[in-house]
């Protein structure tokens, strides 16, 4: 809600200076020529309205997950940043000064929060793309024939030189975890687990087939602001796991938890199994 109405003043506010700075120049009536300044903010600001105006009519249908991502943040500051520039403009010299020392506080509060939100998304991203050489590892499309030809340099992370033992031989799990079978996947979720320190901690599943290991992070949420105050935690404490059957090879895969900590990590079993059935994709001949 908070979001949407700060969207809805900025908006209204672009507009109301773009109107402004097209009636106040030679394209509407003989009155003046727009400075440099002045032109290049009427340009950001209808090219920030104009892309977020596609980037909604054109992305609507995959949802507010794909309107949100974060290649589109950086227009919300942008068009912050030509908003302040054009009221700081038009003030008077005596009030100038109250007015930037505002707009200061306003900025630099709503950076701070906007960094505070936002820091669990950074961390989960980095969770799930820390996960992605693992699973190459076992995909055979990512293994190239030829040894002289690199697709990708794997970064050394916190498993790279870990001895990953088998689940069977895995202590039990002794948290509950609440499971909700769908369709396409489930989900797992964990209401108690507190994420440890150190870089790249936290929880991560487990799927292990004959075949196979997979390893999908476990999404954490950070706590809001007034949480935060009382408790001086920021991150709130469980987990949530969502799994799509179709990112999968066909198989049984026994599940389990990577619990990654600061000095090491550690590996539990939840005696339970996810069996995946996925149609053979029909092959198209290429010539690459």
Do not use: C
Not at 163 to 183: C, F, M, V, Y
């Amino acid at each position: 809600m908070l979001s949407a109405a700060s969207g809805f003043i900025m908006f209204s506010l672009a507009a109301v200076i773009s109107v402004y700075f097209l009636l106040n120049s030679k394209l509407i009536k003989e009155t003046r020529s727009l400075t440099q300044l002045e032109l290049f903010m009427l340009g950001t600001l209808m090219f920030l309205v104009g892309t977020a105006l596609i980037v909604t009519v054109t992305r609507i249908s995959f949802g507010v997950q794909g309107l949100q991502t974060s290649r589109y943040k950086i227009y919300s500051v942008l068009l912050l940043i030509i908003i302040y520039t054009a009221i700081i403009r038009k003030i008077r010299i005596e009030g100038k000064s109250l007015v930037i020392t505002f707009l200061i506080i306003a900025g630099f509060s709503f950076n701070l929060l906007a960094n505070y939100r936002n820091f669990s998304e950074v961390v989960n991203l980095r969770k799930q793309l820390i996960t992605f050489p693992f699973n190459w590892a076992y995909d055979e499309k990512l293994s190239p024939s030829k040894p002289t030809i690199k697709l990708y340099e794997t970064p050394v992370l916190f498993y790279t030189n870990q001895n990953i033992p088998g689940l069977l031989a895995a202590s039990d799990w002794n948290s509950d975890i609440h499971k909700t079978i769908r369709e396409d996947g489930l989900e797992l979720v964990n209401t108690n687990f507190e994420k440890p320190s150190g870089k790249d901690a936290g929880a991560y599943l487990l799927l292990e087939s004959s075949r196979r290991t997979y390893l999908v992070p476990a999404r954490q949420e950070n706590y809001p602001v007034q949480s935060t105050l009382k408790t001086h935690s920021y991150w709130a404490k469980g987990f949530r796991v969502n799994i799509q059957k179709n990112e999968f090879d066909s198989g049984t895969y026994h599940l389990g938890l990577w619990i990654q900590k600061e000095n090491g990590g550690e590996i539990f079993t939840l005696n339970d199994s996810l069996v995946v059935e996925t149609l053979h994709k029909k092959t198209v001949k290429t010539n690459w």
